[in-house]
């Protein structure tokens, strides 16, 4: 198969032959249709944002597929599905505190590293060898524009954080990051949940606009200013009323005091909920104070991507029309301009602009993996170093 490989941190990716992928059992093995190219991939592949790739890899996370091979223990996906692959993998001989890793893309900790180095390669090629239990059937609609439905990508993160602050219909929710390309699906997927207020701040005011003409009267937005008093005092007025979860999307570019400003918005006994990348690329910690939280019983957590229930949850919220992605604007680029679709991604990556890799596109020959390729994957381990 063909598949675009990150050679080295800083060098463009290289689109070459790699073996074809085989599922063993518990695994299936996928066509990839399409994938998303987050705006930020340009600062992964770069180094800048010091992620836990080891490269030669092939890159990508999450992808909309047909199944061409399932393992011998699968009991209801079949050759032919359509299907969403899920990039957060758990392992699986811990219940309590899996290790994680999101496959061609990042890991956590020695254990996630541990499955990295296994599940080693992504989305970015014509085929992609996938866990089963983070393979979801997709409805026929989603074959009509597969790049479309590869902003899954985004939305299921956005509303993996809402399920872990236990947003409920009616309440109001304060999206800190509402302008980005995160925060602006977090406000969309808010609103699909029965979210009865949406607080949308930031300083973009086309942004700003973008979102208020989207969703009407149910997004109040706030032009931020940077002062810490200011901005608090002028989202809590937005709300017209209690603040009863906020949900923090920034990148890590912006500062820990942005992030405090919209989490000290929250009503008493109300929920924050942390997803952001505030301080992964260093700067101040975030600082809240801790008589505030004592007495206001305020409930503070962190939440990495999300429960693999999640991605049934949104599936069924697009298929309803509930969270609809046709405003969404979507470019899509070929395996060969793989290196295109990366700078594009790089300088569209406000409110829903969408950029999607169709690897599969134009492949030719056969989709189930050969003998030839199958000994090739045996003696290299999977990996694409020996190519």
């Not at 296994?118 to 026929?140: C, I, K, Q, S, W």
């Not at 947003?167 to 808010?190: F, K, P, R, Y």
């Not at 939280?293 to 069924?316: D, F, L």
């Not at 395996?335 to 679709?341: E, F, I, M, P």
Request: aromatic share 6%.
């Amino acid at each position: 198969m063909r598949a675009a490989v990150l050679t080295q941190f800083g060098a463009p990716l290289t689109v070459r032959e790699v073996p074809d992928p085989e599922a063993g059992g518990g695994e299936v093995v996928v066509e990839v249709l399409a994938a998303s190219v987050a705006p930020y991939a340009a600062e992964v592949f770069g180094g800048k944002r010091k992620y836990p790739l080891v490269p030669p890899v092939v890159p990508g996370v999450g992808a909309v597929g047909r199944i061409v091979h399932v393992g011998p223990d699968a009991t209801r996906l079949r050759i032919g599905d359509l299907v969403w692959c899920d990039s957060t993998v758990r392992s699986r001989d811990d219940a309590l505190t899996p290790d994680i890793t999101l496959q061609g893309w990042s890991s956590r900790g020695e254990g996630g590293a541990r499955l990295a180095e296994y599940l080693h390669d992504g989305a970015f090629a014509e085929l992609m060898r996938v866990p089963t239990e983070n393979v979801f059937p997709l409805p026929t609609v989603a074959g009509e524009d597969p790049a479309r439905w590869a902003a899954l990508t985004v939305h299921t993160i956005s509303y993996g954080g809402l399920l872990a602050g236990g947003l409920a219909a009616g309440e109001t929710l304060l999206v800190s990051g509402a302008t980005g390309n995160l925060g602006s699906s977090a406000v969309a997927v808010a609103l699909a949940m029965g979210a009865g207020r949406v607080v949308a701040p930031g300083r973009n005011q086309a942004a700003l606009d973008l979102l208020a003409d989207r969703f009407g009267p149910r997004l109040s937005p706030v032009p931020l200013t940077g002062d810490e008093a200011t901005d608090r005092a002028a989202m809590s007025a937005a709300a017209d009323g209690p603040i009863d979860m906020v949900i923090d999307l920034l990148p890590p570019s912006a500062p820990s005091s942005a992030s405090r400003a919209a989490a000290m918005t929250v009503r008493e006994y109300g929920r924050v909920v942390l997803m952001g990348g505030v301080g992964m690329l260093g700067g101040d910690d975030l600082a809240l104070p801790y008589p505030w939280i004592m007495r206001n019983s305020i409930t503070v957590r962190g939440q990495w991507m999300y429960p693999r229930t999640a991605n049934v949850g949104i599936i069924r919220l697009l298929a309803s029309g509930t969270l609809d992605l046709a405003p969404e604007r979507v470019r899509s680029f070929g395996l060969d301009a793989v290196n295109d679709a990366i700078a594009y991604a790089a300088a569209h990556g406000g409110p829903f602009d969408r950029t999607s890799l169709t690897p599969s596109a134009g492949r030719q020959g056969p989709l189930i993996p050969t003998t030839r390729t199958t000994a090739l994957l045996t003696s290299t381990g999977g990996h694409t170093a020996a190519v």
